[in-house]
């Protein structure tokens, strides 16, 4: 695969401070301007003032100039607009959002394996005389790097054209009538484009280290601020990882996941149909309204989606 991961997005908000306030209470890493990273991914979230959130643009990494090359020319042979205008770069445009893609030349992100700290279960007790690492730690939770985004849009059939047939993605999983998870890493999906009545940004993803890290995670982000709350814990049927929701002041949603499907040999992957309940969860709570849909579509629908 030309494509290895999902490198970097930039998000357009109505007020940058608050908007910069939640992600830095979310664990990433201030730098300069109103740019984060994660401790893994460096900078991978930049933020730009935008009369509505919207997804200004995303970054994905191939391995070389001539990954760009191919890019470029199964872009313009689906008739989708690919430009060339420097070496290790390629700047497209999702037509249906509006969004701009880039793809950059950049080395394969080698992470710092985790290693799971011993478990008691039925017949097996690796850990003795001591209490669970999960609830010693005390060090916030640091999201290790972005994992996905989520994209609404009103034109699914081209949208998925542009990503599947001009930039490469494979297809991991389809939730029937609503959309399809679609990967160009590893990770079981880096994108989810959805049917939406207008372009948005549902959420995006970021990797912590376990389950225990999503709660402790959540727990510091929520404990001033309820009202970020918006759906979790929770694991999906779809990717199979743990997750937890919570909304920015500009009302885009972000996820701390873990334990995420890696596929490796395509060839051993068998994409599902999903219906239902089981194309959003496999168990937690039932996702709120808001979460299936946004409070704030109706005023995209009104008045549009420019910046």
Not at 255 to 270: G, K, P, R
Request: charged share 25%.
């Amino acid at each position: 695969m030309a494509l290895h991961r999902l490198d970097s997005i930039v998000l357009g908000v109505p007020d940058l401070a608050t908007a910069a306030t939640f992600y830095e209470d979310f664990g990433l890493i201030p730098h300069d301007g109103h740019r984060f990273a994660s401790t893994e991914g460096g900078v991978q979230l930049e933020l730009v003032h935008s009369a509505r959130r919207r997804l200004v643009s995303a970054r994905f990494a191939v391995d070389d100039d001539d990954d760009l090359q191919r890019a470029a020319r199964e872009l313009r042979r689906s008739e989708f607009a690919a430009v060339l205008p420097e070496p290790g770069r390629l700047h497209t445009v999702e037509p249906t959002t509006g969004a701009e893609i880039e793809l950059i030349t950049a080395p394969r992100l080698d992470q710092t394996p985790y290693v799971a700290p011993p478990v008691n279960a039925p017949g097996r007790n690796d850990r003795v005389d001591a209490r669970a690492a999960g609830i010693m730690i005390t060090d916030r939770v640091r999201p290790r790097r972005l994992g996905h985004i989520v994209i609404g849009s009103p034109d699914y059939e081209t949208a998925y054209a542009f990503f599947v047939s001009g930039l490469g993605f494979k297809v991991s999983d389809l939730v029937k009538g609503h959309g399809a998870f679609l990967r160009c890493s590893t990770d079981h999906h880096n994108v989810l484009l959805q049917r939406a009545p207008v372009p948005f940004l549902h959420h995006s993803s970021w990797q912590v280290d376990d389950v225990d890290a999503i709660g402790r995670g959540a727990m510091a982000l929520l404990e001033d601020h309820p009202e970020r709350h918006v759906w979790g814990l929770g694991r999906h049927y779809a990717g199979s990882n743990f997750f937890w929701y919570f909304k920015d002041p500009a009302n885009n949603f972000a996820e701390y996941h873990s334990d995420m499907d890696c596929i490796v040999d395509d060839a051993l992957w068998t994409p599902e149909e999903l219906e239902g309940a089981r194309g959003l969860y496999q168990w937690g709570p039932p996702p709120p309204a808001s979460f299936l849909q946004p409070e704030d579509l109706a005023e995209h629908m009104i008045h549009g989606h420019s910046g």
